[in-house]
């Protein structure tokens, strides 16, 4: 398949699209999850490039979101040290909001507050991850000091 870098742009720019309609996000609340502005989340659902300094944290948010399980282990397997209880709680929150999306839905109701939840969530994993991911995994060496900046800002 002559796929390659075309086909992974578009699956990303789905993938920001289905998640922010799920949950009922703004732009600026998944750029908040990335550290860019709305503006850059409408351009990469278009289709553009995110630039370097938000590829990583745009594929780490995208695949919480999507595999929360899959993203902990592999998080567990890079060396980040954070306990069971800890992996769960944000797992949990992950499947809970999808879970309360349902149930709204057949209900009829809005779900701004689960949409938000998640972000708070989300932000909250990132935080724990930001200071240790650059000690265990190269690509950290290079992300890690914007990302826990960018949340650490986000965060006051």
Known sequence: MLCGKVCMELVLSKEIADIRARYGLSLAQFGTLVGAPATSVK???????????????????????????????????????LNKAQWDVFANLVKGADHSIDLAAEIGLDSPEVGQALVTGVRGLLTLIAGSFAAKNALGDKFSASLATRIATLLK
């Open 43 to 81: 351009r990469w659902e278009a289709g553009v490039d995110p630039r370097e300094q938000f590829f990583f944290q745009l594929y780490l948010v995208v695949g919480l979101i999507k595999d929360p399980d899959e993203v902990f282990y592999d998080l567990g397997r890079q060396g980040i040290s």
